[in-house]
């Protein structure tokens, strides 16, 4: 582990998107590193960030049992920066669940790092936090671009046929019927086996069609995510924590004004997208009150309707005031996994989730991000993403809805279709 003194230096930026590139690039030598970027979209609370963490100066990688607990020794060893991840199988941990479906992408449940190099890159300059700031500056700038790309043919399956996925959602239905959950996140995986990509050029396929604000590119070793995330998990800052859960989807007609409107406004509209979206509010509101002053927990924004390249998303805010000497530990037992990618009540519809779907999620509906200096923190919530394991060959991605006892099974099996469009637009060339 080392012990060096980073530094930091600031440097203008006169072509952001071209330095953006180079950045990328540069950061492919490394065999770990976490590369987020917002887009510049202004979703409140609004920071411009484009952040690179690479190189490890000290790691954690470990499995669901103590992780939380090993977590927490590792942030309180040292006031640093760290990135990484909280993989969905945590769960097993909060809610002494399991999990015995196969995971092809081999994430660990929980890894997270202390990077030898920070980079904080805005249109106006890049900031860079390292050993010696002006080489890295050096090598970014001295960069060259890679655009070739050539992708041999692969075929995207999927585990489930449109029939199993009607029966499975009409099963759910009748589990909601008979009062075992109000609602529930069911996820479906598309696979390709023996394929070849380069996850970079891939990564900026994706945030070409789908440049959303929580988008990441992130790799351990062999397994890489490529995530086109709209949603926030946690934000904190200071003593003010927030989430910004997303319930409710439609489709964007980008050649048709009038009809996207009409779209936009169905969804704000929609009882059963408001249903959806305020089960989850109240899921958070409760997640939230347990680590919170009593009475500071608040709905900010309830409903928002905010659009992206690909689809109109129901967006509300929960916000609170955090108790004193609360560790980060202690937050993610009371809110992971997010009631958005699991349902309600929560635990129970773990186990349907375990029962129903056919591989293990893994970093999929889990978080990544990065916890500062000084104890804030920012993590997304893993959907609308690539996962791939180059070792394997394997390349992995999920789409799903909220199902409650008003959903269409066929309208369900049409939403999730409609989140994976752009994703097989990008692997297919479209």
Known sequence: MSNTILTNSVYTVSDFEQLKKKVLNWA????????????????EPHAVECLLAAGVKRQL????GNALEQLQSFIDEKDSWLFGHLGYDLKNEIEQLSSSNPDNIQFPDLFFFEPEVVVRLSEKEIEIEAEDPAMVYKEI???RINTEHNQAAFYIQSRLSQEEYISTVKKLKQHILRGDCYEINFCQEFFAEQCLIDPLAVYNKLSLISPNPFSALYRINDAWLLCASPERFLKRQGNKILSQPIKG???????NEFADNKSKDELFNSAKDRSENVMVVDLVRNDLSRVCKEGT????????VYSFPQVHQMISTVSGELKAEIKFSEIIRATFPMGSMTGAPKKRVMQLIEQYERTRRGIFSGAVGYISPGGDFDFNVVIRSIMYNTTAKYLSFEAGSGITYYSDPELEWEE?????????NVLEGK
Do not use: M, P
């Open 61 to 64: 990688a470990t499995g669901a």
């Open 297 to 304: 927990v608040r709905v900010d924004e309830l409903y928002g």
């Open 28 to 43: 492919k030598r490394f065999n770990t590193f976490c590369f987020l970027d917002n887009h510049q979209y202004q979703l």
């Open 416 to 424: 999730c279709l409609l989140k994976a469009g752009a994703i097989k």
């Open 141 to 143: 700038k001295e960069t």
């Open 249 to 255: 989807t439609s489709k964007r007609i980008l050649n």
